[in-house]
């Protein structure tokens, strides 16, 4: 059983819509990663958090650590933020537990 | 600095025959991952290295792979002999030791075995 989950798995959404990602995960994870794969591409980390929510652009990460919970929203979506977003537990070694990612499409 | 560096960027080889794939990580990082990414698994992490270390290889598939960290900046993954079923993207990653720190991930090698 994956310790980390995410949803939708597919994502279809239209030029400006507000996007969110979910991501929960289990007992065992400190912190969370978000990173993001253009097709073909390669892998950027885009947040990185233990507590609270950052902000970077027209991205912005929270997490709950009491619901073992995160988001990750768009604002203003565009069709160049469309890629594969994948959630990544750390705990207490160096190691990422993945989620299956979720495909978004953003469509113009 | 240059970011993590991989070569090759493809590599397409034939059953049998040995490939290596090489990773050069950034710079003051001194933890370093080799993944792996298909369609049908996702990413998954083979081994990665403290200060050149092997720590964790419980992802490595079977004996034909192979990863060695000889000094901080320079790693090799080495699949002897390949096989079909090896065909995939290898990614390497480097950070600072410790779950709070961002993972940099190399360009990719997409191997293809025939």
């Known amino acids: 059983k994956n310790e980390v989950e995410q949803s939708p798995q597919n994502l279809t959404a239209q030029e400006g819509e507000f996007i969110t990602i979910n991501c929960s995960y289990s007992?065992?994870?400190?912190?969370l990663h978000w990173l993001q794969q253009h097709p073909g591409g390669g892998i950027v980390s885009l947040f990185m958090?233990?507590?609270g929510k950052k902000k970077h652009g027209r991205l912005i990460a929270t997490i709950n650590i009491q619901e073992k919970h995160s988001s990750l929203h768009i604002t203003a979506s565009h069709p160049r933020d469309s890629a594969v977003y994948i959630c990544?537990?750390?705990?207490?070694?160096?190691?990422?537990?993945f989620g299956t990612g979720t495909l978004l499409a953003v469509q113009p | 600095d240059a970011g993590v560096i991989q070569s090759p960027r493809h590599e397409v080889t034939e059953m049998g025959q040995e490939v290596t794939l090489r990773c050069k990580p950034i710079?003051?990082?001194?933890?370093l991952f080799w993944y792996r990414q298909t369609m049908m698994r996702g990413l998954e992490l083979l081994i990665y290295?403290?200060?050149?270390?092997?720590?964790?290889d419980s992802g490595m598939p079977e004996d034909r792979f192979s990863a060695k960290m000889p000094n901080a900046s320079f790693s090799t993954l080495k699949i002897q002999p390949s096989e079909p079923r090896d065909s995939a993207v290898y990614f390497c990653?480097?950070?600072?030791?410790?779950?709070?720190?961002?993972?940099?991930f190399g360009p990719g090698t997409r191997l293809t075995v025939t």
């Open positions: 990544a537990g750390g705990g207490a070694t160096n190691k990422l537990i």
């Open positions: 990653a480097s950070s600072q030791t410790g779950f709070i720190y961002e993972q940099y």
């Open positions: 290295f403290n200060n050149n270390v092997p720590i964790d």
């Open positions: 710079s003051g990082h001194n933890s």
């Open positions: 007992v065992g994870i400190s912190a």
């Open positions: 958090l233990s507590s």
